[in-house]
């Protein structure tokens, strides 16, 4: 029972990055579903999270208009995609998921209601 993140890269400002968010041992579609990142030396923020039917959606503020976050039940898997991307947006992406909560909570979840992490994978832009 995992998640699985993946999708990361190095990628020049400006560019485009797709992160995928894959569930195996269990079903998505049970959960809200939430990415977060953390950069170095800075406290992990929620970027952006999806309702479990997918018709409510977060961002936050820094990312708004540039990322989309989308779900996929029937491939068990949600999205990121990234455009636009600033030297910024550089951290370490990570997926959770979390039952019974909306889009807007599961932004701000603390770890305890959390029933699942994914491993991170690394976004670098650069200049």
């Known amino acids: 029972v995992q998640l699985q993140a993946s999708g990361g890269g190095l990628v020049q400002a400006g560019g485009s990055l797709r992160l995928s968010c894959a569930a195996s041992g269990f079903t998505l579609n049970y959960y809200a579903i939430g990415w977060f990142r953390q950069a170095p030396g800075k406290e992990r923020e929620g970027v952006s999270c999806?309702?479990?039917?997918?018709?409510?959606?977060v961002y936050e503020d820094s990312v708004k208009g540039r990322f989309t976050i989308s779900r996929d039940d029937a491939k068990n898997t949600v999205y990121l995609q990234m455009s636009g991307l600033k030297v910024e947006d550089t951290a370490v992406y990570y997926c959770a998921a979390a039952p019974f909560t909306t889009a807007q909570r599961m932004c701000s979840l603390t770890d305890e209601f959390i029933d699942y992490w994914g491993r991170g994978t690394q976004v670098t832009v650069s200049s």
């Open positions: 999806i309702s479990r039917s997918g018709d409510s959606t």
